[in-house]
């Protein structure tokens, strides 16, 4: 019993940080209708901005390495919609996804050239320090982790349900030519977009180092992949459903490594997944069309 | 007077089809034109091309006699006081009436002026204050097309573009629709509407224009158009 409490914990942990990265791809998809697959990188570039930062500025710590990952991961998620998904965008769907393609592997390889194809240490941004509440135990990484994640995913909430922006971003996605001939920018709504998932993936992938102590220029890979697939198991026309599935998806493979192996349970993971996209092949809380 | 909006030589195709070849035509200020024509004739994409939502292959688009509709995004050109009521509606069906009402004044500053013309748009169509709240797309066709008009009409336009406000409609509804289509253009709003109802679309009509694959084969006063036999053809084939 405790194990099972504990491990759902553990998954909680990790899962929020792929709900952070799928609302970045089902925010892409939905507005621009663009498969982002330079998202996952842009994460990484997040990442390794904080190691910088914090190792540049040790006294710091954690407030200056999410600020160097949100700004890294911002700044490089508008240079990438300014020369590649903006001049592309409304082409066919994958003419977008190749050059996003193209970008990730720039950034992967070139990230590999600058800091080594090896995982690299993170910098201690919290203390080693290990909680008990109730019957399990979380460390402080897990828990800022899983505090940083539940920010950010209310975050895009409020920036999606609430600002002027975000209902022009639901405009564009139900609805690209009605909201673009009722005054909406649609180039410009489309940049802040990217730039604000970007953001929020920076932040998100500091979050991730710290928890785990290392980075890796390929790390994006493994979080691209299940956040990716998480959207099209969700669906892109509800957060709260890509959140849950993501959830979901951490406490599937924290349950797998528990109780089986932990080698187990990224395959689990995915029969779960592949299994859930053949009964509901357009996701289990529906998308916009494209 | 001046033209409101005239086009001249508008040529626009998809891909190697041409939609639309040589379409010239012009609206002056408070008048209430309609371009008849069967289906895939081009009308949908004359609203189109001056709403700036696909780029003529020739032609110009002249708005209030100054701006060159042609070099504009659909943004810009909405800032000029174009608003459309699209073909089946098109509302946002994952948003309240409410809000697909703000979005319809989307760029305007004036909040508070939206705000009047969006209480306005309640006291014209009281079944909409009761709507507020719900989703646009669990409404009847009837109530989505009063929605679509007042969305339209919530950033206070100088001309509005009517493309098939009948269609799919019921009878009763088809009626009201042009009964308020003639009222909006009392206002003083100038209306361009697309339809392939001719016989209502003519008795509200000030001008009329018939579109037949991509050409206009007749124009004039929609009483005298109603008379001839051209509009039959349009709608029945066979040469006018």
Known sequence: MDLLLQQICNGLVIGSTYAVVALGFALAFSVLR????????????????????????????????IAAGAAGAGALGYFAERTIIGPL?????????????GLSIVLQNGMALLVGPDPVAYPTLVPARFIDIGPVMLTLRQ????????????????????????????????????????????????QITIVFASTL??????????????????VGLLYGLK??????????????????????LGIIEALVTGYVSSSMKDAAAFV????????RPNGMFGSYAT | MTALLEIEDLALSYGAVPAVDGVS??????????ILGANGAGKTTIIKAILGLKRPRRGTIRYDGEHDLAALKPHQIHALGIAWVPEGRQLWHTMTVFDNLRMGAFQSKDHAAVARRIEEMFVRFPRLRERRDQLAGSLSGGEQQMVAIARALVSGPRLLLMDEPSLGLAPIVVRDVFALAREINDMGIAILMVEQNARQALKVADAAYLLETGHIVDQGPADEIARRDSVKAVFLGGAA
């Open chain 1, 227 to 248: 956040a990716f697939t998480c959207m099209l198991v969700a669906g892109n026309r509800h957060i709260e459903g890509v959140v849950a599935v993501a959830i979901g």
């Open chain 1, 89 to 101: 965008r409304g082409r066919d769907i994958l003419t977008t996804l190749i050059g996003t393609l």
């Open chain 1, 34 to 65: 663009v498969v982002h697959f330079a998202h996952p990188d842009i994460f990484m570039v997040g990442m390794f901005s904080g190691l910088v930062a914090a190792n540049y500025w040790p006294g710091l710590g954690l407030i200056i390495a």
């Open chain 1, 201 to 218: 993936a920076g932040v998100a992938a500091v979050s991730v180092g710290s928890l785990y102590g290392s980075a890796s220029a390929f």
């Open chain 2, 25 to 34: 035509l012009a609206i002056e200020p408070g008048e209430l034109r309609v």
């Open chain 1, 272 to 279: 779960v997944l592949i299994a859930v996209l053949y009964v």
């Open chain 1, 143 to 190: 828990i800022v982790n899983l505090g940083l994640s539940a920010l950010l995913l209310v975050l895009v909430s409020v920036f999606v349900r609430f600002t002027r922006t975000g209902r022009a971003a639901r405009a564009i996605a139900e609805r690209p030519d009605v909201a673009a001939a009722f005054g909406v920018d649609v180039a410009r709504i489309c």
